[in-house]
């Protein structure tokens, strides 16, 4: 993932967005948080003057950084999905810190009882992470700014949807690594003319609007927990 030069005056901002996050209100179901499990994994959350992001610090290096995966990032998608709150649970019962579906549980052999612990639902979240890298094939030399929104519009939308938007880009000539040319396609996905030809797998899709939002916010928090918080 790139390294972003920002100015020490994000921190600031970043600081109040953190402590907004534990403030926000919120319209998902929550469980009591003694039932995820919060304290069996081996990594205790940390007191107001020991973190930088958020209490789950600790947490987010000891599984990422193994995993191969920045822990800024991974914070940063925690801060959109659930503002650190691990005991939410949405409508459509995602789960946790990174609001983990039931199926992605599933595919990694999990039970479903056990995925908002907080250890394993950031554990499922890096492996999610790597199986969509591996399955976008990008090129070699695809720049990292497009490279993360790719890759986060694949977490967000799912990948299916994002490898229709590629194969698009490669029918009409363009370039499938290119977030921007994604980005159109999966706007023109919401099109019958479109999500009917022959080279989509995935039919229609019409959440592109959230998609960009979602990565524009993760990207946001990304470069400012960078600015905050070195490796």
Same mark, same amino acid.
């Given at each position: 993932?790139?390294?972003?030069?920002?100015?020490?005056?994000?921190?600031?901002?970043?600081?109040?967005?953190?402590?907004?996050?534990?403030?926000?209100?919120?319209?998902?179901?929550?469980?009591?948080?003694?039932?995820?499990?919060?304290?069996?994994?081996?990594?205790?959350?940390?007191?107001?003057?020991?973190?930088?992001?958020?209490?789950?610090?600790?947490?987010?290096?000891?599984?990422?950084?193994?995993?191969?995966?920045?822990? @800024? %990032?991974?914070?940063?998608? +925690?801060?959109?999905? !659930?503002?650190?709150?691990?005991?939410?649970?949405?409508? &459509?019962? *995602? #789960?946790?810190?990174?609001?983990?579906?039931?199926?992605?549980?599933?595919?990694?052999?999990?039970?479903?009882?056990?995925?908002?612990?907080?250890?394993?639902?950031?554990?499922?979240?890096?492996?999610?992470?790597?199986?969509?890298?591996?399955?976008?094939?990008?090129?070699?030399?695809?720049?990292?700014?497009? @490279? %993360?929104?790719?890759?986060? +519009?694949?977490?967000? !939308?799912?990948?299916?949807?994002?490898?229709?938007?590629? &194969?698009? *880009? #490669?029918?009409?000539?363009?370039?499938?690594?290119?977030?921007?040319?994604?980005?159109?396609?999966?706007?023109?996905?919401?099109?019958?003319?479109?999500?009917?030809?022959?080279?989509?797998?995935?039919?229609?899709?019409?959440?592109?609007?959230?998609?960009?939002?979602?990565?524009?916010?993760?990207?946001?928090?990304?470069?400012?927990?960078?600015?905050?918080?070195?490796?």
């Amino acid at each position: 993932m790139f390294e972003p030069m920002f100015k020490k005056t994000a921190a600031a901002l970043a600081v109040l967005l953190v402590l907004a996050a534990f403030w926000a209100s919120d319209t998902s179901t929550a469980t009591d948080p003694a039932e995820t499990g919060i304290f069996s994994s081996g990594y205790s959350l940390l007191s107001d003057d020991d973190y930088v992001i958020s209490p789950y610090d600790e947490l987010m290096r000891g599984i990422c950084e193994p995993e191969g995966h920045d822990w @800024r %990032l991974m914070s940063a998608i +925690a801060y959109h999905e !659930s503002r650190f709150r691990s005991y939410l649970v949405s409508p &459509r019962g *995602a #789960r946790g810190l990174m609001q983990i579906m039931p199926s992605v549980a599933r595919q990694f052999g999990v039970p479903v009882e056990t995925a908002a612990d907080p250890t394993t639902n950031v554990w499922l979240a890096c492996k999610l992470l790597t199986r969509i890298e591996e399955g976008l094939y990008m090129a070699y030399g695809t720049p990292d700014e497009d @490279r %993360l929104r790719i890759v986060l +519009a694949s977490y967000n !939308s799912g990948l299916g949807h994002v490898n229709d938007a590629r &194969r698009l *880009a #490669r029918f009409y000539g363009e370039n499938p690594d290119s977030w921007e040319v994604v980005k159109h396609y999966l706007r023109m996905k919401s099109r019958p003319e479109f999500y009917r030809h022959r080279v989509v797998k995935c039919g229609r899709f019409a959440g592109s609007r959230q998609t960009q939002a979602y990565v524009d916010d993760v990207v946001e928090h990304y470069r400012i927990y960078c600015c905050m918080a070195e490796r």
